[in-house]
């Protein structure tokens, strides 16, 4: 714990020499779902939606904004690019596991970008006041939950992306198919019961997106029932435990590969 | 009259050069170029589904018809490739290279820096996703009826090239940002996703308010003007704003990065 501790306190105050940085990403995070909320609106406009419809699709892009910056990460390029350059050869050597440096890092990051995040959200709240009509009393305690379990299995997920580098040079294919995916199935561009309406069902099943970002936001909106709840943690703690799985095989076997040396 | 033409064919010799030397740079990284074209054909991809999806439930927004939104699609993969084959990469390099104090050798070459710094690199490996909106936008015309005549094509080519103009001053204004703060890498993150309020009607942002919508305003020009030339809807009033955004914004951002760089303190110059 010390150790976690030390390291995060280095990230930190390296982010805090880049906070103007970390500023640039949080806005740039921010633009899709503002755009696509306007975009819904139109949509729902022009379909004759009815009054709640269109406040679900406010609540929806609203509260995206935030549960997307909690949950995001960004460790696979650079997982991949120090595996790459052989700089991963410094941390094998210390007292602690690799994996901790990006945990304190991941955690660093976001306290800037959830500062930054809630002057956008203050901003959507003034545009959009009478829309968000949430029963946050009564959500945020699993709301929280499924949050901090949708942040872990991007985390773990993005670790294992860039664990590939082991393998190929190059992961900007992987990262951007990824990337796809992840739009297209895990909410951001739609709600996700909108998305099951287009896209086959099984695809939801299969892969863990929606539980990193469309089911957060529904259970924090109160749109999940108590048993669709339940089953929905089930399958995240599901996720986290096979992501972990995955994540030790492929990082010994990753290191029987790893030849230490720069290029 | 001869010094603008001696300059047009300096110019286009070292353009000739900067295209051969990323040709070959191409050539030496292949498994990157396999790469990066199969991440632009899921991006070309992507465009559009993430269109088709959106569009799934209605038949028409705001006068728009379902294949006329996917023509914005479409025309926003031909656009978009074609700038970040061109443009992108360079952009992506300037926060770094005054950072490091690397514009030093671009101020002292004779060459015009502005022109330097934006077109030194060349990705060509957005070609592919030239090619896929291109494949897309001629389905559409051929499903749509829309007879393609020369003119159609000279005129759709002149207005794509306002466009890339309008889009190149709006991206140089905004970098030219980190002659003053240079430690602002990711600026061009920002822009990728700024470019994507492009895609969509100018009425869908009917709700974002006054303030906002003066950004972002004549970024709503660049594919929607396009498309309503190939409809036939482009009126006057659309071509006047295009034309006045794309050439008022190029000579801005050509007087902001002279400006700026009186404010250059070259190496390492945070």
């Known amino acids: 714990m010390k150790k976690l501790r030390a390291l995060l306190l280095m990230e930190f105050q390296h982010f805090s020499e880049y906070r103007g940085d970390i500023f640039v990403y949080t806005m740039g995070a921010i633009v899709i779902p503002v755009v696509l909320l306007n975009v819904w609106l139109a949509i729902a406009d022009a379909k004759g939606s009815n009054a709640s419809e269109i406040q679900y699709l406010v609540q929806y892009f609203v509260v995206q904004v935030f549960v997307n910056v909690i949950v995001s990460t960004w460790q696979a390029t650079f997982l991949a690019n120090a595996i790459q350059r052989g700089e991963i050869s410094a941390h094998l050597l210390k007292p602690y596991p690799y994996i901790m440096v990006h945990i304190a890092n991941n955690i660093s990051e976001k306290v800037w970008k959830i500062l930054f995040s809630l002057v956008a959200l203050v901003i959507l709240v003034a545009m959009y006041h009478s829309y968000l009509t949430i029963p946050l009393w009564q959500t945020i305690l699993p709301g929280s939950l499924v949050v901090l379990l949708g942040a872990v299995i991007k985390f773990m997920w993005s670790q294992i992306l860039g664990m590939s580098g082991f393998w190929t040079s190059n992961i900007y294919a992987i990262r951007e198919y990824n990337q796809m995916l992840y739009n297209l199935i895990s909410g951001v561009l739609f709600p996700i019961k909108y998305a099951t309406q287009v896209i086959p069902a099984f695809v939801f099943v299969v892969l863990p997106y929606q539980y990193m970002l469309g089911f957060p936001i529904n259970v924090l909106l109160g749109k999940v029932s108590q048993t669709e709840l339940f089953q929905g943690v089930g399958i995240q703690l599901i996720w986290v435990i096979v992501l972990y799985i995955v994540y030790r095989i492929v990082w010994q076997k990753g290191l029987q590969r790893y030849g230490g040396y720069g290029g | ?270």
């Not at chain 2, 023509?71 to 300037?94: C, D, E, H, K, Q």
């Open chain 2, 1 to 270: 009259m001869k010094e603008i033409l001696n300059n047009i064919h300096h110019y286009r010799k070292v353009y000739g050069v900067i295209l051969k030397l990323n040709y070959a740079k191409m050539m030496t990284y292949r498994a990157d170029f396999i790469s990066s074209s199969i991440a632009h054909t899921i991006w070309a991809t992507f465009t559009i589904i993430q269109m088709i999806l959106l569009t799934s439930k209605t038949s028409h927004v705001f006068g728009w018809s379902r294949d006329e939104l996917l023509m914005l699609a479409a025309v926003y993969n031909v656009i978009f490739s074609f700038f970040y084959m061109f443009f992108s990469r360079g952009f992506n390099s300037i926060s770094n290279t005054i950072h490091l104090g690397r514009l030093d050798g671009i101020l002292t070459k004779p060459i015009n820096s502005q022109f330097m710094i934006t077109c030194m690199y060349v990705t060509y490996t957005h070609l592919i996703r030239l090619i896929i909106g291109i494949g897309f936008l001629s389905y559409l015309l051929i499903k749509m009826q829309i007879s393609v005549t020369p003119f159609l094509i000279v005129g759709f080519v002149g207005i794509i090239v306002l466009s890339i103009v309008l889009n190149y001053s709006f991206w140089m204004i905004v970098m030219t940002l980190t002659i003053w703060f240079p430690k602002l890498s990711n600026l061009t993150d920002l822009l990728y996703q700024v470019n994507q309020v492009t895609k969509f009607p100018q009425e869908m942002y009917k709700g974002l308010g006054i303030y906002l919508l003066f950004f972002l305003f004549p970024l709503t020009f660049i594919i929607v003007s396009p498309v309503k030339y190939l409809l036939h809807r482009m009126d006057m009033s659309d071509f006047v704003y295009l034309f006045v955004f794309a050439g008022g914004l190029f000579v801005a951002s050509r007087y902001f990065w002279r400006f700026a760089l009186r404010y250059y303190t070259s190496a390492s110059g945070s």
